[in-house]
């Protein structure tokens, strides 16, 4: 009888990857009725759930699971050879509950309406409006690092300790939501992952856990870019699956934070990006606009890019490589090449906006 519900399980697997290829095809359904609908009682119950705690419940779920697994692997080990059958059922069906689980916890997220046409913007944008942007987005980043640091080319310091940073991004995301309702953030659920050494020699900032709704960020990253990974990660929280879009969603909610520090590290994070797409157009044209921006805002990008080098090594590219075969799996058919998409979000959302 156990073994005929692992069986059933286990073929449940394939119903699911049949179901999920089906439900690409309607964008519309997944954004009414899950986004916008389970998902939002969901993720704010497991907010409820494990928001309070100090500590990420799902950075030690992690660890009690993988203790599991190694354990059940040298119990198990014999049977590899002698009841082969039964072991690969075994593995199966827990990939098939554990699918399952992060499907509707979650993943499902991936399979929404883009995020240009629910804010009814268009998705392509042409070189002359990425330069027009730039130089706006510039002007705006000299204004504020002006205000903050000593002169044009010193870097600024956050005067934040980064527990100081989540705290200050629920207001970030409440001044927001006066334009967005459904981007009100509560109850708050971010924290330090412990697994902070780990994900940065990965070469990641943070993730979101899709079994707890927890926003895990590396606590070793420095703290001028605490603001927008927080609400990077915070953005996946409420729904956003698609890095472009949880990172034009963060940019703007660092950007609408009342904090100059916070407004610094949102225009000075999508300024990044549009610097490097003007890179990828024409080279010549970047140096000349690049020499416009202060220097110590460049010393802010430095410092950051100083940081993820002293932690390179050689399996970082495999972890990098394994993300973006699991984007590609998951809607974003660019996989990590859609980061740069957020460009477009910011181009067309600020046509005719002020900054």
Same mark, same amino acid.
């Given at each position: 009888?156990?073994?005929?519900?692992?069986?059933?399980?286990?073929?449940?697997?394939?119903?699911?990857?049949?179901?999920?290829?089906?439900?690409?095809?309607?964008?519309?359904?997944?954004?009414?009725?899950?986004?916008?609908?389970?998902?939002?009682?969901?993720?704010?119950?497991?907010?409820?759930?494990?928001?309070?705690?100090?500590?990420?419940?799902?950075?030690?779920?992690?660890?009690?699971?993988?203790?599991?697994?190694?354990?059940?692997?040298?119990?198990?080990?014999?049977?590899?050879?002698?009841?082969?059958?039964?072991?690969?059922?075994?593995?199966?069906?827990?990939?098939?509950?554990?699918?399952?689980?992060?499907?509707?916890?979650?993943?499902?997220?991936?399979?929404?309406?883009?995020?240009?046409?629910?804010?009814?913007?268009?998705?392509?944008?042409?070189?002359?409006?990425?330069?027009?942007?730039?130089?706006?987005?510039?002007?705006?980043?000299?204004?504020?690092?002006?205000?903050?640091?000593?002169?044009?080319?010193?870097?600024?310091?956050?005067?934040?300790?980064?527990?100081?940073?989540?705290?200050?991004? #629920? *207001?970030?995301?409440?001044?927001? +939501?006066?334009?967005?309702?459904? &981007?009100? %953030?509560?109850? =708050?659920? @971010?924290? /330090?992952?412990?697994?902070?050494?780990?994900?940065?020699?990965?070469?990641?900032?943070?993730?979101?856990?899709?079994?707890?709704?927890?926003?895990?960020?590396?606590?070793?990253?420095?703290?001028?870019?605490?603001?927008?990974?927080?609400?990077?990660?915070?953005?996946?929280?409420?729904?956003?699956?698609?890095?472009?879009?949880?990172?034009?969603?963060?940019?703007?909610?660092?950007?609408?934070? #009342? *904090?100059?520090?916070?407004?610094? +590290?949102?225009?000075?994070?999508? &300024?990044? %990006?549009?610097? =490097?797409? @003007?890179? /990828?157009?024409?080279?010549?044209?970047?140096?000349?606009?690049?020499?416009?921006?202060?220097?110590?805002?460049?010393?802010?990008?430095?410092?950051?890019?100083?940081?993820?080098?002293?932690?390179?090594?050689?399996?970082?590219?495999?972890?990098?490589?394994?993300?973006?075969?699991?984007?590609?799996?998951?809607?974003?058919?660019?996989?990590?090449?859609?980061?740069?998409?957020?460009?477009?979000?910011?181009?067309?959302?600020?046509?005719?906006?002020?900054?």
């Amino acid at each position: 009888m156990l073994k005929n519900k692992k069986l059933i399980i286990a073929l449940f697997l394939i119903v699911q990857i049949i179901a999920i290829q089906i439900l690409k095809r309607f964008p519309e359904f997944v954004e009414q009725f899950y986004s916008n609908g389970v998902y939002v009682f969901t993720s704010k119950l497991m907010r409820y759930a494990f928001g309070w705690l100090p500590f990420s419940v799902g950075d030690v779920f992690y660890t009690l699971a993988g203790i599991y697994i190694i354990r059940w692997i040298i119990i198990n080990r014999k049977r590899i050879y002698k009841d082969t059958k039964n072991w690969l059922l075994d593995i199966l069906a827990t990939l098939s509950l554990a699918y399952f689980a992060f499907h509707v916890l979650w993943a499902f997220n991936y399979y929404r309406l883009p995020l240009y046409k629910s804010l009814d913007l268009e998705a392509e944008y042409t070189t002359e409006q990425l330069v027009n942007f730039t130089k706006r987005l510039i002007e705006k980043s000299n204004e504020i690092h002006n205000q903050l640091a000593v002169n044009d080319s010193a870097k600024v310091d956050m005067p934040f300790t980064k527990s100081e940073v989540f705290d200050m991004v #629920k *207001d970030s995301y409440k001044t927001l +939501s006066e334009t967005y309702p459904h &981007l009100d %953030y509560n109850p =708050v659920s @971010i924290k /330090k992952s412990i697994y902070s050494l780990p994900l940065t020699y990965m070469g990641f900032s943070g993730y979101l856990n899709p079994f707890t709704n927890e926003a895990q960020v590396d606590g070793l990253i420095p703290t001028y870019k605490f603001p927008t990974t927080s609400c990077h990660e915070v953005a996946h929280q409420l729904g956003y699956a698609a890095e472009n879009e949880a990172n034009f969603i963060g940019c703007l909610a660092a950007i609408h934070n #009342k *904090d100059l520090h916070f407004k610094y +590290s949102g225009y000075t994070f999508g &300024l990044r %990006y549009c610097l =490097v797409e @003007i890179f /990828k157009r024409d080279k010549d044209l970047y140096y000349e606009i690049l020499a416009t921006v202060n220097k110590g805002i460049l010393m802010n990008y430095q410092e950051v890019q100083d940081f993820w080098k002293s932690y390179e090594n050689p399996i970082e590219p495999l972890f990098e490589k394994t993300f973006d075969n699991f984007l590609k799996a998951n809607n974003q058919s660019d996989g990590m090449k859609s980061y740069s998409y957020v460009v477009a979000l910011l181009v067309n959302y600020f046509e005719n906006q002020s900054l």
